[in-house]
């Protein structure tokens, strides 16, 4: 048993130091395809986009032995670039499936929506699907108007902090790591040893500040009174009826009705054309399917191997991230 736990372990490190210093390697190299339009419903020249946000707000590209595909953040800079550049859309919607992700991320994404919603005076609608929590929500805050999806979950307004810990294991099978380090706090966050009390004091000041953060946006963005910002800092999840009663969205509705919504703040007629960029065409498109790269038959991929496995997802970090099955002390 001792040797097994004593492998577990050795491997355990080993992708986790692969994860932050070594790409996983791409055979077959990144989807390099040009984005193109496809119309989904509607007509005429005047448009709205649908853009998908779906999966975990992260810079880090999705790579596997046999498959690269950007970001969420390369890519929605890439819609949002192509939509620049063409007067007749009107009107953008975006559809957010998301726990959240990043701090850093999910700033950016914000203020990418908010320019291009600035710089072009293009109305901007947020449709949450199944969860729009924590960073999810937080991109959503530039939208003129934002819809909830009568099942979403969202709100988790604040920041975590995760630090993933192998000492106990280490212990259990006999290792140690030995740290030169060239101040007492230069390996503040070390997955090693357990934290002391003044590094965490440190890193609860530090999140709280960018909860603080997080918390002021949506004050500026929704206007919330002060009974409600106090209830929604408490970091906590919502459903549709109850974010919409504190003010976190403005109508509880479906897809359709997001994008209705969208056409009459546009001043668009109903029959209007809803559109999508994609790389590669779908013959059977619908509303529903907005994923910029077409699966084939039956949606299958290529192969895909992530070297780093779970632990990829254990980086320690801040995240405006809702992580349901996590644990905190």
Same mark, same amino acid.
């Given at each position: 048993?001792?040797?097994?736990?004593?492998?577990?372990?050795?491997?355990?490190?080993?992708?986790?130091?692969?994860?932050?210093?070594?790409?996983? *390697?791409?055979l077959l190299g990144p989807s390099?395809?040009?984005?193109?339009?496809?119309?989904?419903?509607?007509?005429?020249?005047?448009?709205?986009?649908?853009?998908?946000?779906?999966?975990?707000?992260?810079?880090?590209?999705?790579?596997?032995?046999?498959?690269?595909?950007?970001?969420?953040?390369?890519?929605?800079? #890439?819609?949002?670039?192509?939509?620049?550049?063409?007067?007749?859309?009107?009107?953008v919607v975006f559809r957010i499936?998301?726990?959240?992700?990043?701090?850093?991320?999910?700033?950016?994404?914000?203020?990418?929506?908010?320019?291009? *919603?600035?710089?072009?005076?293009?109305?901007?609608?947020?449709?949450?699907?199944?969860?729009?929590?924590?960073?999810?929500?937080?991109?959503?805050?530039?939208?003129?108007?934002?819809? #909830?999806?009568?099942?979403?979950?969202?709100?988790?307004?604040?920041?975590?902090?995760?630090?993933? *810990?192998?000492?106990?294991?280490?212990?259990?099978?006999?290792?140690?790591?030995?740290?030169?380090?060239?101040?007492?706090?230069?390996?503040?966050?070390?997955?090693?040893?357990?934290?002391?009390?003044?590094?965490?004091?440190?890193?609860?000041d530090m999140t709280d500040r960018?909860?603080?953060?997080?918390?002021?946006?949506?004050?500026?963005?929704?206007?919330?009174?002060?009974?409600?910002?106090?209830?929604?800092?408490?970091?906590?999840?919502?459903?549709?009826?109850?974010?919409?009663?504190?003010?976190?969205?403005?109508?509880?509705?479906?897809?359709?009705?997001?994008?209705?919504?969208?056409?009459?703040?546009?001043?668009?007629?109903?029959?209007?054309?809803?559109?999508?960029?994609?790389?590669?065409?779908?013959?059977?498109?619908?509303?529903?399917?907005?994923?910029?790269?077409?699966?084939?038959?039956?949606?299958?991929?290529?192969?895909?191997?992530?070297?780093?496995?779970?632990?990829?997802?254990?980086?320690?970090?801040?995240?405006?991230?809702?992580?349901?099955?996590?644990?905190?002390?």
């Amino acid at each position: 048993m001792k040797r097994i736990l004593l492998l577990l372990l050795t491997a355990a490190l080993s992708l986790v130091a692969l994860s932050g210093c070594v790409s996983t *390697k791409n055979l077959l190299g990144p989807s390099s395809s040009p984005l193109r339009e496809y119309t989904l419903q509607g007509g005429g020249k005047q448009k709205v986009l649908l853009i998908p946000l779906k999966g975990v707000i992260s810079e880090e590209r999705m790579d596997g032995v046999f498959r690269s595909e950007p970001s969420m953040l390369e890519e929605v800079a #890439a819609l949002l670039r192509k939509a620049r550049e063409d007067r007749q859309v009107m009107a953008v919607v975006f559809r957010i499936d998301s726990p959240g992700g990043t701090v850093t991320a999910s700033e950016i994404l914000y203020e990418e929506i908010a320019s291009f *919603k600035e710089q072009t005076g293009t109305i901007v609608v947020a449709s949450m699907d199944s969860v729009a929590a924590s960073g999810g929500y937080y991109v959503a805050l530039p939208a003129d108007h934002i819809v #909830a999806h009568p099942t979403t979950v969202t709100g988790s307004i604040g920041v975590v902090f995760i630090q993933p *810990k192998f000492g106990g294991l280490m212990d259990k099978v006999g290792l140690s790591v030995e740290v030169n380090k060239s101040g007492e706090l230069k390996d503040m966050g070390s997955p090693f040893r357990q934290s002391t009390n003044e590094e965490r004091r440190i890193m609860q000041d530090m999140t709280d500040r960018l909860a603080r953060r997080f918390l002021d946006r949506v004050k500026e963005r929704r206007n919330l009174s002060d009974e409600a910002l106090e209830n929604v800092s408490s970091a906590r999840v919502y459903l549709a009826d109850d974010a919409l009663a504190l003010g976190l969205v403005d109508s509880v509705g479906s897809l359709n009705e997001a994008i209705d919504r969208a056409k009459s703040l546009a001043g668009l007629p109903p029959s209007a054309k809803v559109v999508v960029y994609r790389r590669s065409g779908n013959p059977d498109d619908t509303i529903y399917n907005m994923a910029t790269v077409y699966r084939g038959a039956g949606g299958k991929v290529p192969l895909q191997i992530d070297i780093a496995g779970p632990f990829s997802a254990l980086k320690t970090g801040f995240y405006y991230l809702w992580v349901p099955g996590g644990t905190h002390r």
